[in-house]
């Protein structure tokens, strides 16, 4: 039996749809930690320290932030050597974003070998989606590269549930084609509402519900979405990934963050070591 034969498409594709609308679909939840720290940059009446303090209750997350904090991204003059000196340098809003992205990757997992490693790849690709927004974003002064690196990292964070649905319906890994399809079909809906419930700005949501549109065209500056579909599209160039076919003429984003359709490759002058240690640290952690 075929996987056309065994599923439809479509029909798979309205259940899950369905599931989202009437909350039945399990979406993935943010670590605890990050949300505390989340929470406390929105709460007026938080300290520094009192970001600081929840931090250092995870051990691992205290230690990869303090690698982060010591790495070229991020270092200063004075190497950081605790929590406590990471958050004074950085800044709240900064550590904000460097939280939740350092805690993203355990969400990066599945039981089912087929579906661990689609979630490798997956972690591998947005790593590099974040690499690149992070340097795009610091050139574009409408955007916070710390932000952009985030947006990359969670652009398609919807794919996460459907994925683990695949494990209700097996026969779905039989044909990654259609897996594939069904993926790229959900991943901005789904996305979008994941992010609405962990209480995201709209910045970040619209990441997840309009990173697929290339012909968006909301504002004369460029946005989070803008940087991430110019990350995509230097991700894929030169490849026969659809998205290595584009017709950069009908991409605004590319002219906002100033491209032009007659470039061979986004060229970052002096920013290729950024971008590959920005991948290497958040691939090593």
């Known amino acids: 039996m075929t996987v056309a034969e065994a599923i439809n498409e479509e029909e798979f594709y309205a259940e899950l749809i369905d599931d989202l609308e009437s909350g039945k679909l399990s979406l993935p939840t943010l670590p605890e930690v990050a949300m505390e720290v989340r929470n406390i940059v929105n709460d007026p009446n938080a300290s520094a320290a009192d970001m600081a303090n929840i931090i250092v209750t995870d051990t691992a997350l205290s230690a990869k932030l303090i690698k982060v904090a010591n790495s070229p991204l991020f270092r200063g003059q004075k190497e950081i050597e605790s929590v406590q000196m990471a958050v004074a340098r950085l800044g709240v809003n900064l550590i904000r974003n460097l939280v939740t992205s350092l805690m993203m990757k355990q969400l990066f997992n599945a039981k089912s070998p087929i579906l661990a490693k689609k979630m490798r790849e997956l972690w591998e690709y947005n790593t590099q989606i974040a690499a690149i927004s992070h340097v795009l974003g610091s050139t574009c002064p409408s955007v916070k590269s710390d932000e952009a690196m985030l947006a990359g990292l969670i652009h398609n964070i919807g794919a996460l549930p459907v994925m683990m649905r695949a494990d209700e ?117």
């Open 169 to 285: 319906k097996p026969e779905l890994l039989d044909d990654i084609k259609t897996f594939d399809n069904v993926i790229e079909k959900l991943s901005s809906p789904v996305g979008k509402r994941i992010l609405e419930v962990w209480l995201f700005p709209q910045s970040l949501i619209d990441v997840a519900a309009e990173y697929g549109d290339l012909t968006r065209d909301k504002q004369p500056e460029a946005d989070m979405v803008d940087v991430v579909q110019v990350a995509q599209l230097q991700s894929f160039m030169g490849s026969d990934h659809p998205l290595g076919q584009v017709d950069w003429d009908s991409v605004p984003a590319l002219a906002k963050l100033g491209f032009t359709s007659d470039i061979e490759e986004i060229e970052l002058e002096g920013c290729t070591e950024k971008i590959e240690a920005a991948q290497s640290l958040l691939n090593g952690l």
